[in-house]
């Protein structure tokens, strides 16, 4: 009796497996226009100064200097705004009409960003109806891997943070997540 084999069919053996494709980061534009309440601030703050030391200074070289320290020194309270920007640079963006999600390309896997969208966007409600106070603008939420990533940003035992002039939180990945969630939120309304 002759023996039977299977032959692989011919589309099968000629294509060829597609490489897997990295998720684009988020353009620096997106994230400059996230937080340009600050990087607006910056801009006005020196140019105020730098006009006002002008007037009452003779030398130009003195007053392009001072005018950068004073500008420096006024937005020291957001030092954290660059390291955020940087870091969230190369996060995956997952939007929808209430809530703009940032998230880490690590996190992978069977993890889903449409489940901390829902969650985020169900607090919001939760809490708006309780506070009395109507969130009518787009949420941004950063979301790390590591809350260990948010600590090194904003401050040692750090494992989220509420930033109301952005309308924005920034969370770490944890067992404890709707709760972080909750919080921040409570912190983001709270502040208005």
Not at 2 to 28: A, D, G, M, N
Not at 38 to 65: H, K
Request: charged share 20%; with cysteine.
């Amino acid at each position: 009796m002759r023996k039977i084999t299977h032959l692989k069919p011919e589309w099968f053996v000629k294509r060829k497996t597609r490489p897997k494709q990295k998720p684009r980061p988020t353009s620096l534009v997106t994230l400059l226009s996230v937080f340009r309440p600050s990087i607006v601030q910056l801009f006005a703050c020196s140019t105020f100064i730098f006009i006002l030391l002008r007037i009452l200074s003779w030398n130009r070289f003195v007053s392009y200097v001072l005018a950068s320290i004073l500008a420096l020194l006024s937005i020291h309270r957001t030092r954290w705004l660059w390291p955020l920007i940087e870091r969230i640079h190369f996060f995956i963006p997952f939007e929808t009409s209430r809530v703009r999600l940032f998230y880490d390309a690590t996190l992978g896997g069977t993890w889903k960003p449409s489940v901390v969208v829902e969650d985020c966007e169900r607090h919001l409600k939760e809490l708006s109806v309780d506070l009395g106070m109507p969130f009518r603008r787009q949420l941004v939420v950063s979301y790390f891997a590591n809350s260990k990533d948010v600590s090194k940003i904003f401050g040692e035992h750090t494992g989220g943070s509420a930033l109301p002039r952005f309308n924005a939180i920034v969370i770490g990945h944890s067992a404890h997540l709707q709760g972080l969630i909750r919080h921040e939120l409570t912190h983001l309304l709270a502040a208005r």
